[in-house]
């Protein structure tokens, strides 16, 4: 019988392979190098194919990074400050997320695009979803994410999700014309003024 271990240095050597070379380069010989040479039958014991592996290996990752965005959302919080000061304070930690986990959140959209073909991965990220936009809406509102209404998590924890996104998409392609966290408050602060009927 294979060793058991074995399972843990595939998805090891696949969480390692998915940051260096990405999910479509990634080979069974890769994977297996990066596990420190296990062999490649392991694969079809442990997961069925290299596909499954690198979709597991992808969750993993999705959940990491999730607990890291909940844990830098959660810290950017502090009683009595200024709602405004507390807001760029956050958009200052998830930015510099973007550069210290850059790989983390590119392996984010690679499960994305791999959704489309697994729907095991998709109903996995459909769920983060969901969780994560009442998350986002808990901790904007100060308030437990079980208080959390279903019609504020799909307003202001999807809009907060649908922006994340969007700035996180625009760091990690050109870090250098990027949007700070000033430039983010501002540019709601706009939209806001945009949206908002002149008294």
């Not at 830098?72 to 507390?86: C, V």
């Not at 550069?99 to 489309?116: G, P, V």
Request: proline fraction near 5%.
């Amino acid at each position: 019988m294979p060793d058991m271990g074995n399972r843990e240095d595939l998805l090891a050597g696949a969480r390692r392979c998915l940051e260096e070379k990405g999910w479509t380069r990634t080979t069974i010989r890769d994977i297996t190098a990066a596990a420190g040479g296990v062999s490649m039958a392991a694969i079809g014991y442990h997961f069925g194919s290299r596909e499954a592996l690198l979709n597991a290996a992808l969750i993993e990752a999705i959940d990491e990074w999730g607990t890291e965005t909940g844990r830098t959302l959660a810290e950017y919080a502090e009683p009595g400050a200024d709602p405004a000061e507390q807001f760029e304070a956050m958009w200052e930690r998830l930015i510099e997320s973007f550069t210290t986990h850059r790989r983390l959140w590119i392996a984010s959209f690679e499960a994305l695009l791999q959704a489309e073909h697994y729907p095991e991965l998709r109903e996995h990220l459909a769920r983060g979803q969901t969780e994560g936009r009442r998350g986002l809406a808990a901790i904007l509102q100060g308030i437990p994410e079980d208080a959390v209404q279903d019609a504020t998590a799909r307003t202001l924890g999807a809009v907060q999700m649908a922006l994340m996104s969007g700035v996180m998409t625009q760091w990690l392609i050109d870090p250098d014309r990027a949007p700070s966290a000033a430039e983010v408050v501002a540019g709601l602060r706009s939209i806001m003024a945009t949206v908002t009927p002149e008294p």
